[in-house]
């Protein structure tokens, strides 16, 4: 049963993109363990506000897995200590009384702190600008359904899009690499025969637009995918790489 905790809190602050930043301890006391971890920081920022003191930055939006805005990490791991779920799918029962809690943004050369714990996630719309859409003619929705395709290609392709764009795989990557995230949006489109066409332009441009913005290579350590909230798979990664060699020979 949900009981109510006393916790320490070690959260990152930093006034800005250039300014240095430090962790700065606080306490809350009598949290219900009911209470979601984003709702446990609002709970800290009333208690800041009410207290004349600058609350804490952190990103937000739909608070049920959704958008991927909620890019914090929790006692070393992107998206906190559990799996396959966002910040904002984070419950306080996942945390001991007496715990101390570290919090900190992405820290990833790509995606730069904006203030606190709000990294500038920008980068990832820059790839997906660069060709993660469609633009030829497919038709309208009756055309759409009407064109067969494997169920296996649907599943794998419907897996992929799962993908939210939260950047935790670049965050939890030691090398910086936004492999996997690139990976997915290739291949939810590359899976379906509408996205088959533009497929070779697709992944030169975005691979190139991943370069271009400084994230690192891939070396297969799987912490992408051991910390992806949506259990999107390194199979992706192989997928881009053949899409990519394809594209180039075709070159
Ligand atoms: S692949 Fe996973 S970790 Fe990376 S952006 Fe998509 S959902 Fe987030
Ligand atoms: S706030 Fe939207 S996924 Fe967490």
């Known amino acids: 049963m949900d009981k109510n905790i006393n916790i320490t809190l ?24 009911g209470t979601s971890f984003l709702e446990m920081l609002d709970i800290l ?21 959704i958008c991927g805005m909620c890019s914090l990490y929790i006692d070393g791991h992107p998206h ?24 900190e943004p992405w820290r990833s050369a790509g995606f730069p702190v904006i203030r606190d714990l709000m990294v500038d996630r920008y980068a990832y719309d820059k790839i997906m600008q660069a060709g993660g859409f469609v633009s030829v003619n497919t038709g309208g929705i009756p055309d759409a359904n009407a064109i067969p395709i494997p169920k296996k290609d649907a599943d794998l392709a419907m897996d992929a899009a799962a993908c939210i764009g ?22 939810q489109l590359a899976l379906l025969p509408q996205g088959k066409v533009e497929a070779a332009r697709r992944a030169k441009a975005m ?25 999107v798979s390194i199979s992706n990664i192989a997928r881009l790489n053949r899409e990519f060699i394809k594209a180039k020979l075709q070159d």
Not at 80 to 92: A, E, F, K, N, R
Not at 172 to 178: E, I, L, R
Not at 209 to 231: H, I, S, W, Y
């Open 10 to 33: 070690k959260v990152w602050r930093q006034k800005g993109p250039k300014e240095k930043g430090a962790f700065e301890t606080f306490q809350l006391k009598d949290i219900s363990q």
């Open 80 to 103: 906190g200590p559990d799996t396959s779920i966002t910040t904002c799918q984070l419950h306080m029962r996942k945390f001991d009384d007496g715990a101390t809690i570290t919090i």
């Open 207 to 231: 691979v190139a637009k991943m370069d271009e913005l400084g994230f690192g290579n891939c070396t297969n350590t799987r912490a992408c995918e051991a910390e992806c909230p949506k259990d």
């Open 45 to 65: 920022n009333e208690q800041l506000i009410n207290e004349g003191k600058e609350p804490v930055v952190f990103d937000h939006d739909c608070r049920e897995g």
């Open 166 to 187: 939260c950047g935790a795989c670049a965050a939890a990557c030691k090398n910086g690499s936004a492999m996997l995230f690139v990976s997915a949006k290739v291949s």
